[in-house]
């Protein structure tokens, strides 16, 4: 398999009937429903999971909005209270002259969710149409977004940590504004949307494009 | 071989609707059905915009200044905006559902800014905060309305604030100070708002408002007055400065005292006037209240400087008015020349003349009228000495004639005058400084300092301070007299003169001369009757000497050296005075005539010429002892006179030297004179001793 990622040809298991255990990668024959060996349910292809991708990503894009609309820190000073967006609050750090500072809020809140949301939508397309890109940049964009999901958190993070250490009183206060749940959610259903994805189908419509792999 | 089998047909069998869709699409349609809920809650939950004008921004951003009402938020400035003429600015407030219908159209809006006042700090939240609209309505929903003008500041009568609503009005021509808290026992019990002119410019009136709580302190017949600034009295106390608070110090303020206890509460709306200060009114209380003045006027002949505008008008010592203008007046027609005369208009209250049954001014008219056909007249008097001002009085003038009295629609009565009394104190005043103005303060400083240069003139002359020296001399001399040898001789020459008289008395009797005795006795007895009468003259002798002492004694400083000098010469006048000397001679004479031997007698210095008084005396006897009756009172005086000599000179002791020579002189000449007594004693005891020799 380690020249896989090189070979046009590529055998799915589905192609020689035969069905892997997703849990513990057991190989079984086509049409076996429960795998002996860890006794979790096998399906060659998940069918509903296209739907279940579309449906959390749709989520995760309804989140995204007020993610975005409403304040996600308010930080309250003695004179004034200021409540920034994300993309306010990274222009105001541009202009304070933190412009690296403002690129990582950039591209953890607005360009990696954006990408997300963009890569589990052109995967989910792909799978049904004819693509050009390869299966196996396809593979690699899926596992990609699933790794780099996370990583979308970090905002979250730096409110709650932010919001936890800076508790004054009436001196100074910030407090997690409400795009935080919002932004948290949007995260929370793109990986699950990421996660939902079938990435076997990858395989199957480039399968059928190529024609009918030669049998054994 | 094994048969294969029928093909199955293979039905597919049409999954249902619900195995067919994942029910994850549950989850989207549950976030979009609870995102529509939120959007129409809130859609629902959003009350009605309103428009508030503002003269300018004055701090108000839109998103961030709150509308309030009792402090809580009750809506957000949506947007900032002008008006359409730029005129003013127009914040347009997002209201709260709940309370949007109590905004009618009799809300009002102010803008609550920090302020600093006198009365310390107000708004201090909004410096943080920044500024917020306070709004204030009823709990009544009234007609609604979108489009509001702010007040400029707080309103003073806040709805659904408790307390009592007054209208506050200065006296005619009083001052007020507006915007300013209300004390009652230094406490604020209210306050007074904006004050506006009345229409006629005659008075301010501002409202007032007093907190529901002290509201039952105010009844009909509480007065209001000014506690701004403060006072500052001199009294028998010391220096007096007084001021209520520095509040009304510095921003002013009113107080107010019900006088006269009881009185039913006062509603909503009554009216009060401000006083000046508490005296005016107390003073207020007994009187009606002010009405319409009354004016009149009166036209004294003479233009007479002092008499001022608001000068008292009195009615036997009551002010009941003042005067409200003066002015020359030439009127050629009613006085009959073109004299300038002094003109002055008075506003006289009604309400002090204490009519009793209608107060107004054509009853005080009609009532100074009927007072004036009686003798009622005007004069100028003096109100003050010192500055001069002048008053004006109405006195009864008995027999006075009478006036005309005109009255009438358009006339300003003219009240007649008497003459005035003006010129009595002032003259009399005028009198007492002409008088220490005439004093001739100059010519006595001049004699002062004329005196004082001749005294230290005479102190400092060279014949002063040689004086001392000269009475030295002077006491030397008496005392080289008195220490002489002469004198000490004098018992020796008297002996002398014994012993012979004795050889004169044994030849005698050896030549029983008895015929010649008794002649010579007989001689000796007319001789004394001229001793007696030249000694006559001693006792005159002595009188002026003692005259001469007693001047001496009294002498002044300044003739104080004449005088001594006069002293010595009398003294070495009487030393060496023809009487005195003559004295001895007649002695001598009569003496000469019993006994030759006495020839001897020296002659030359009054020392000697009293040695052959003495050698004579023996010989004078009976006579000669009745003349010497004055002798001791001679030398008595004689000491008296040294004696003062001797206290004028201690008291004119100015060295130890002079004093101690001095005293030496007169111990001496005191010496003498004693002896001089203790010998006209025994010869006073017993004349024969001295006749025959024992």
Request: net charge negative; proline share 4%; with cysteine.
């Amino acid at each position: 398999m380690e020249i896989v990622g090189q070979n046009p040809n590529i055998i799915s298991a589905r192609d020689i009937g035969l069905v892997a255990c997703t849990r513990c990668a057991k190989v079984w024959p086509a049409g076996t429903q429960t795998c002996a060996r860890c006794g979790s349910r096998i399906v060659s292809r998940d069918t509903k999971s296209l739907q279940r991708v579309w449906a959390l990503w749709l989520v995760g894009l309804m989140c995204y909005v007020p993610a975005n609309l409403y304040p996600m820190l308010q930080t309250r000073t003695l004179l004034n209270v200021q409540e920034d967006t994300i993309v306010g609050g990274a222009i105001q750090l541009v202009h304070h002259g933190a412009v690296g500072i403002a690129i990582i809020i950039l591209v953890a809140s607005v360009v990696i969710p954006l990408g997300k949301f963009m890569a589990i939508a052109f995967l989910a397309i792909s799978v049904k149409r004819v693509s050009a890109v390869s299966k196996h940049q396809r593979q690699r964009l899926y596992e990609v977004v699933e790794y780099i999901g996370r990583w979308s958190m970090i905002d979250i993070f730096v409110v709650a940590i932010m919001s936890s250490l800076v508790q004054l009183n009436t001196l100074a206060a910030i407090n997690p504004g409400r795009a935080s749940l919002f932004f948290a959610l949007s995260v929370i259903f793109t990986m699950l949307s990421a996660q939902a994805f079938d990435s076997r189908m990858i395989w199957d419509l480039q399968s059928k494009s190529e024609g009918p792999p030669a049998d054994d | 071989m094994t048969e294969t089998p029928p093909p199955v047909a293979i039905e597919t069998v049409r999954k249902s609707l619900l195995s067919r869709v994942s029910m994850v699409w549950a989850i989207p349609f549950l976030a979009l059905v609870i995102a529509l809920f939120v959007a129409w809650q809130a859609f629902d939950a959003r009350g009605p915009l309103i428009e508030i004008e503002f003269a300018n921004g004055a701090g108000i951003a839109k998103r961030q200044t709150e509308l309030r009402y009792r402090d809580v938020s009750v809506g957000l400035v949506e947007d900032v905006t002008f008006s359409d003429d730029l005129g003013s600015v127009v914040a347009h407030v997002r209201l709260d559902k709940g309370v949007a219908p109590y905004v009618d159209a009799a809300s009002t809006f102010w803008v609550v800014q920090p302020e600093l006042t006198t009365r310390g700090i107000s708004g201090l939240d909004t410096v943080l905060s920044g500024v917020y609209i306070q709004g204030s309505w009823d709990s009544i929903i009234g007609p609604e309305r979108t489009r509001f003008k702010a007040a400029d500041e707080a309103p003073l009568f806040k709805s659904g604030q408790k307390g009592l609503q007054l209208a506050l009005r200065t006296t005619p021509g009083g001052t007020m100070t507006d915007n300013s808290p209300i004390l009652f026992r230094g406490i604020e019990v209210g306050r007074v708002g904006k004050a506006r002119i009345s229409q006629q410019g005659n008075f301010a009136i501002a409202e007032a408002i007093i907190y529901e709580e002290y509201s039952r302190l105010i009844s009909p017949s509480t007065r209001f007055w000014e506690t701004s600034g403060f006072t500052f009295s001199v009294g028998p106390s010391g220096a007096e400065i007084n001021f209520s608070s520095f509040a009304t110090l510095v921003g002013g303020g009113l107080t107010f005292d019900t006088f006269v206890s009881g009185g039913d509460p006062v509603d909503d709306g009554a009216v009060f006037e401000v006083f000046a200060d508490e005296p005016s009114a107390r003073g207020s209380l007994f009187n009606a209240s002010e009405v319409e003045t009354l004016e009149m006027r009166v036209v004294f002949d003479s233009n007479i400087a002092g008499l001022a505008v608001d000068a008292p008008v009195e009615l036997s010592g009551l002010k009941i008015g003042k005067v409200q203008s003066v002015s020359g007046v030439i009127d050629a027609d009613a006085f009959g020349d073109n004299r300038v005369r002094l003109n002055a208009l008075l506003s006289i209250q009604p309400a002090r003349l204490g009519l009793q049954d209608e107060v107004t001014p054509e009853a005080a008219l009609r009532f100074l009228a009927a007072r004036i056909q009686e003798g009622l007249r005007a004069r100028l008097a003096s109100a003050s000495l010192l500055t001069g001002g002048l008053k004006i009085e109405l006195v009864q003038v008995d027999d006075a004639p009478p006036a005309p009295f005109l009255t009438g629609e358009g006339i300003v009565p003219i009240i007649p005058t008497t003459k005035s009394e003006i010129s009595d104190a002032a003259a009399t005043v005028e009198g007492v400084f002409n008088r220490i103005n005439n004093l001739p303060i100059e010519e006595l400083l001049n004699s002062a300092i004329e005196f004082l240069n001749s005294a230290e003139a005479f102190v400092s002359d060279k014949d002063l301070r040689e004086t001392p020296q000269d009475l030295r001399a002077l006491l030397g001399d008496v005392r080289g007299i008195v220490t002489s040898q002469d004198v000490q001789n004098i018992p020796v020459t008297l002996n002398a003169a014994i012993g012979r008289f004795e050889t004169l008395l044994a030849q005698l009797e050896k030549d029983q001369l008895a015929t010649r005795l008794a002649a010579a006795v007989d001689a000796a007895a007319d001789a004394a009757k001229g001793v007696t009468a030249s000694v006559e003259g001693v006792p005159a002798l002595v009188s002026e000497l003692e005259a001469v002492a007693a001047k001496a004694s009294a002498l002044p400083l300044d003739e104080l050296t004449t005088q001594l000098t006069a002293l010595t010469t009398s003294a070495d006048a009487i030393l060496g005075t023809e009487a005195a000397r003559q004295l001895p001679a007649d002695l001598g004479a009569a003496l000469n005539e019993i006994n030759a031997t006495l020839a001897e007698l020296r002659q030359g210095g009054a020392v000697t010429n009293i040695n052959a008084t003495l050698e004579s005396t023996r010989q004078a006897a009976d006579a000669v002892a009745t003349s010497t009756q004055d002798l001791p009172a001679l030398v008595d005086r004689i000491r008296r006179v040294f004696d003062q000599a001797s206290a004028t000179i201690a008291g004119y002791n100015k060295g130890e030297t002079l004093s101690r020579d001095a005293q030496a002189a007169l111990r001496d000449i005191s010496k003498a004179a004693n002896a001089m007594t203790s010998l006209a004693r025994m010869l006073e005891r017993n004349p024969g001793a001295l006749i025959r020799g024992r």
